[in-house]
């Protein structure tokens, strides 16, 4: 069975740029949550969605948004990029949101957004 | 608020010898606790997690972490160290979100090295 899948793997953008990364959850999965990780440090939590509605946010501004579709797909849009938000971005997906018992996370292998 | 504290940024140990990577805790209340572990350029890999069911949790490749309430803490041990546990290994909580809904909130990892 395919895990799950990001889209592109790397990306190379200017500042106040937008860019639009893709990911798709493995078969069955209804939510994902999205996670920035710079260099050195452990992911951070961004955004969670589950049946297409928002259920979670960090604490990240405005210029990160999200939506996810009908077949649960997801998209992150970070807009005016910053030479801050030069990252590892992961998604990960679960059967439904993580309730803090018993559902699992799994995790895309990422895209590696660079900001020049 | 749930945060976890991984004591150790680097350990390194030599191949066949034991590793012990450190992670204390902080909650208000039962948690559940997660180890996964990021290969260079790779995502990440649920090793093992910890949801109240038992104390002493086994995971994938050998690894296993005992979860103890009196001292906060849950560490990730193995009997004997292989080449290719060599990685990145985050200590995970999972917090809540909003109601019934949880993220998860990540230590800032232990770099282990195997040496031959």
Redo the contacts between chains.
């Keep these: 069975d395919a895990g799950v899948t990001q889209s592109p793997t790397h990306l190379i953008k200017t500042r106040g740029q937008h860019v639009t990364l893709r990911c798709s959850p493995i078969s069955g999965h209804k939510s994902v949550s999205w996670y920035q990780q710079v260099l050195g440090q452990g992911p951070q939590f961004i955004f969670q969605y589950y049946e297409k509605e928002e259920r979670g946010r960090g604490n990240f501004p405005d210029r990160f948004s999200a939506r996810q579709f009908p077949n649960y797909s997801s998209e992150l849009n970070v807009n005016a990029l910053l030479l801050g938000d030069s990252a590892l971005y992961l998604c990960a997906s679960s059967f439904r949101p993580q309730t803090g018992l018993t559902d699992t996370q799994y995790f895309g292998p990422g895209t590696r957004l660079t900001v020049l | 608020a749930q945060s976890v504290t991984q004591l150790d940024s680097h350990v390194s140990v030599s191949e066949g010898t034991p590793v012990l990577l450190r992670c204390n805790y902080s909650s208000s209340y039962s ?2 606790l ?1 180890w ?1 572990v990021q290969h260079p350029n ?5 090793l093992l ?1 910890y ?2 069911a038992a104390t002493l949790v086994k995971g994938i490749n050998g690894f296993e972490a005992e979860f103890k309430k009196s001292e906060t803490s849950f560490h990730l041990t193995k009997p004997s160290a292989h080449m290719s546990d060599a990685a990145e290994y ?1 200590c995970v909580v ?1 917090v ?3 109601g ?10 232990t770099l282990l090295t195997v040496n031959p």
């Design positions: 948690p559940s997660f996964y790779k995502g990440l890999q649920l997690k949801t109240s985050f999972s809540s979100t909003r019934s809904n949880y993220k998860l909130t990540f230590g800032k990892g």
